[in-house]
């Protein structure tokens, strides 16, 4: 490691994606997961508390008819956690209510133009397919949840921010315990996201070690069953099955498949 390099890791540390990450890395299982579950309650918090009349915001929340189903659930939280009746989120979906009353308006209004030259009942079919998909095509959300597309910055910038420190050694001491794992989600977008094959070796290295050891416990946890074996299961293998559920499924609320697309060129 160079001179510029260890500048430039120190520069970088004195900033609040470090902290952020820092924090993240304290705790157990995914950094990346865990970095977007902090950061979407925040927003959630803010998106509630200060921008419910936010004009940019009710734009968006237009585009998509609202939240995806984890986002809905999640923002409910956040208003529970506010202490509030509902009225923040009444406020934020009540203009919805203006657009759909208008598209059922329209839709109700649409005709289904059959045409005469029916042979037996195959045009009829024709048009009712292309009458049910007029009224779909209307329908349909064209924008993309909010909470997504928080989180589809969020995923990014903090896979960015691990691997610009990857060759730092404060971040390795802490990324290479045994606590912390990758989602197989994030380990893929990590790939993705690397300029050279040093990088590429160093995560897939560590994915290695980790999954094995947590393949082991997982075993362990199984075998142990066995009545003759019963006192010997360590802590670590009673946890086993939740990690393993997370690794290939992702923290709660964050998609398994992601928000940012794989680009494989
Ligand atoms: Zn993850
Ligand atoms: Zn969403």
């Known amino acids: 490691m160079d001179s510029i ?5 120190v520069r970088m540390k004195r900033g609040l994606s470090w902290i952020d ?5 304290n705790m157990e299982g995914c950094p990346v997961c865990n970095t977007m579950s902090r950061s979407i309650d925040k927003y959630f918090q803010f998106l509630l508390y200060e921008y419910a009349l936010d004009a940019s915001v009710h734009k968006k929340m237009l585009a998509s008819f609202g939240m995806c189903n984890a986002h809905t659930y999640l923002l409910q939280e956040a208003e529970a956690n506010l202490k509030s009746d509902g009225l923040n989120i009444s406020v934020l ?4 209510f203006q657009k759909e009353e208008k598209l059922l308006a329209k839709i109700g209004q649409k005709e289904l133009n059959e045409s005469n030259k029916h042979f037996m009942n195959f045009g009829k079919k024709r048009d009712f397919a292309a ?6 095509t209307e329908l349909i959300a064209k924008g993309i949840c909010p909470g997504c597309l928080h989180q589809d910055e969020s995923e990014s910038y903090c896979t960015h921010v691990i691997l610009r420190l990857c060759k730092d050694e404060e971040f390795r001491n802490k990324y290479e ?3 912390i794992l990758l989602c197989r989600r994030h380990f893929l977008f990590m790939i993705n996201e690397t300029e050279n094959k040093e990088m590429i070796d160093y995560f ?15 075993s362990g946890f199984i075998e142990k069953h066995d009545y003759r074996l019963k006192g010997r299961m360590l802590e ?14 992702s923290k709660k609320n964050i998609d398994r498949d ?8």
């Open 21 to 25: 990450l820092k924090e993240s890395l």
């Open 204 to 218: 897939v290295n560590e994915q290695r070690k980790k999954i094995s050891r947590l393949h082991e416990l997982l």
């Open 5 to 9: 390099e260890e500048n430039e890791f």
């Open 258 to 265: 992601g928000y940012n697309d794989l680009l494989i060129q």
């Open 236 to 249: 670590e293998e009673k946890k086993s099955w939740e990690k393993a559920l997370e690794y290939f499924g």
């Open 131 to 136: 009458y049910k998909k007029e009224i779909l």
């Open 177 to 179: 315990t045994e606590k």
């Open 93 to 96: 979906y009540e203009t919805l």
